[in-house]
């Protein structure tokens, strides 16, 4: 007979007493779900664990070889609650090239806050990173780009 300590139930029944199968109610795989589910919700507070779009646009003036195509994609990850990174890219698909691209990374650090976007544009690559303290956010230390930082949120 398994040592039971007190608080605990023996192995197979739930608190009640009944019996507990495999997939029924109650199960171990069930709670264990019931748990997983109720931590995804809470860590992230009303937001989707990702998120992901993609857009095409096609613009042409009078002359229909002046006719542009253009594709973006954009994911957008909620890998904790205190963890985010986002990812941008513009594609022109006429010219066959990638025309920007952007990666954002931002921590939660309690009380602080961070941050990292580096862009791909016009054949260059800019930077932004910021620390600040949440409560006073006037109260920071940056460096980069200081107009890459309306990038994530």
Not at 8 to 31: L, M, Y
Not at 44 to 50: F, L, N
Not at 102 to 114: F, G, I, K, N, S
């Amino acid at each position: 007979m398994p040592l039971n300590l007190p608080g605990q139930h023996p192995v197979g029944r739930n608190e009640s007493g009944k019996d507990r199968t495999a997939g029924g109610p109650g199960s171990p795989a069930d709670e264990l779900r019931r748990e997983l589910t109720e931590r995804s919700t809470t860590d992230r507070v009303g937001r989707r664990p990702w998120d992901a779009s993609t857009t095409f646009r096609y613009s042409r003036g009078s002359d229909p070889s002046d006719a542009t195509y253009w594709i973006d994609l954009k994911l957008a990850l909620s890998l904790t609650a205190h963890w985010r990174v986002n990812y941008k890219i513009h594609y022109d698909l006429s010219g066959e090239e990638v025309a920007s691209q952007e990666y954002a990374v931002y921590r939660d650090l309690h009380c602080w806050e961070a941050r990292f976007v580096s862009r791909y544009y016009n054949e260059e690559w800019e930077y932004y990173f910021r620390i600040s303290i949440k409560a006073l956010p006037e109260i920071q230390g940056e460096a980069g780009s200081r107009h890459l930082d309306r990038t994530i949120r």
